[in-house]
């Protein structure tokens, strides 16, 4: 069955940086759409970033202001979010997620059919 296993969240100052791995298993990265999002204590899951392989169907959330790259590299099944000048209020656990089809350019949060563990990743300040 299809599983995704996320990787390289730690704890890391104001303004370092962090690469997030989401290896797909049991099928291709190509036939999904990725995701990305987050939630910290007490606060409701929030959308990070998504991509599919249509042109044009990058997303990030507002909240990223150019410090997140989301990509995929097909060759290893794998799709990373690049975090630069991390803050404190990055500070959540970050879940990956690959949907088989999206009604748009970019997929709801509820058109995900697989989802990872989550990462933890804490910024102090």
């Known amino acids: 069955q299809v599983q995704l296993v996320e990787s390289g969240g730690g704890a890391v100052q104001a303004g370092d940086s962090l690469t997030l791995s989401c290896a797909l298993s049991?099928?291709?990265?190509?036939?999904?759409?990725g995701g990305w999002f987050r939630q910290a204590p007490g606060k409701d899951r929030e959308f990070v970033a998504s991509t599919r392989w249509i042109r044009g169907s990058i997303f990030y959330g507002d909240f990223v202001k150019g410090r997140f790259t989301i990509s995929i590299d097909h060759t290893k099944n794998t799709m990373y979010l690049q975090m630069n000048s991390l803050q404190p209020e990055d500070t959540a656990v970050y879940y990956c997620?690959?949907?088989?089809?999206?009604?748009?350019?970019?997929?709801?949060?509820?058109?995900?059919?697989?989802w990872g563990q989550g990462t933890q990743v804490a910024v102090s300040s």
């Open positions: 997620a690959a949907a088989r089809f999206c009604s748009g350019y970019k997929c709801r949060p509820s058109e995900y059919d697989y």
């Open positions: 049991g099928d291709s990265f190509t036939a999904y759409g």
